[in-house]
């Protein structure tokens, strides 16, 4: 869908929405403001503003599309839905990329990554870094998520990508799923698996038993985030109760001659005085 066509649908939906209320946009701004006393929505609009939300001529503001909404008696969700995409064709079409961006279940790296986190942010409706600040409690600076927005940070953390993706409406195991695109970056980073690196003191003796299929999707590292197990990684866990020390009976049976302690009912060994 062009932008023309996504702002064309909004437009359209707001109209209808007019219509099917059998509202002027006088009556509208009336019962905008009244809305906006009781706390309702955040702000009145005038009549020539709600006019011009529903020309099709600019993206308008989501405060107003959501007044516009609630004045006539509509879902504001389904009006939320289509000003974010038609937000969303706007700074596409100012993008000016011919080559699509990938999708961040196959972001390979951080640049990649930062790449889906725009795109992500674009998708929801490019709001204000201080909305996005005070959605996650404070986790997200706004400065921070501008820097970002603007490509002129490094590698986010794990925890600000799990954090900005909730902000901008994800939920569920697509959090997880962002959360292993961070650690997939992590790892070409490193040039290899985060466990094997992390792990310095780790030694397969200290499993008594291999880790079950659960275990090996969410293993965690000490001190870390839960990290995804590798093909590699998972086979060498389940091989862990496979793992034994060969028994060196030669050694065994020679120290057992040297260091025995001797029996009480044995003679004692004959001594030099």
């Known amino acids: 869908m062009s932008c023309e066509k996504a702002l064309e649908s909004l437009a359209r939906w707001l109209r209808d929405q007019r219509e099917a209320a059998g509202l002027s946009y006088a009556e509208l701004a009336v019962r905008t403001a009244y809305l906006a006393e009781t706390g309702a929505v955040p702000v ?21 599309v959501l007044a516009y909404a609630a004045a006539c008696g509509a879902d504001g969700r389904e009006g939320e839905r289509l000003w974010k995409r038609a937000r969303y064709r706007r700074s596409l079409a100012a993008r000016k990329k011919s080559d699509p961006l990938p999708h ?62 909730r902000a901008c ?21 490193l040039g290899g698996s985060r466990a094997i690196r992390q792990r310095s003191v780790w030694s397969p003796f200290q499993a008594a038993q291999p880790y079950t299929e659960s275990e090996c999707q969410v293993t965690g590292i000490p001190g870390d985030q839960p990290h995804v197990l590798s093909p590699r990684e998972r086979e060498a866990a389940q091989s862990i109760k496979r793992l034994r020390v060969p028994a ?5 049976r020679k120290r057992s001659s040297v260091l025995r302690w001797p029996e009480p009912s044995e003679p004692a060994p004959h001594t030099r005085t």
């Open 248 to 252: 060196r009976r030669g050694v065994e």
């Open 169 to 189: 409406g994800v939920r569920g195991v697509a959090l997880d799923e962002w959360g292993q695109a961070w650690d997939r970056a992590e790892e070409r980073r």
């Open 44 to 64: 009145g609009c005038s009549a020539d503003t709600l006019a011009r939300a529903a020309s099709g001529a600019v993206v308008p503001r989501l405060r107003t």
């Open 104 to 165: 961040f279940r196959y972001a390979r790296d951080f640049a990649e990554l930062r790449e889906a986190l725009v795109d992500l942010y674009e998708k929801d409706g490019s709001r204000p870094y201080e909305e996005l600040e005070r959605d996650s409690e404070g986790v997200l600076a706004h400065a921070t998520v501008g820097r970002l927005i603007n490509r002129k940070t490094g590698r986010p953390t794990r925890q600000f990508v799990i954090a900005f993706a």
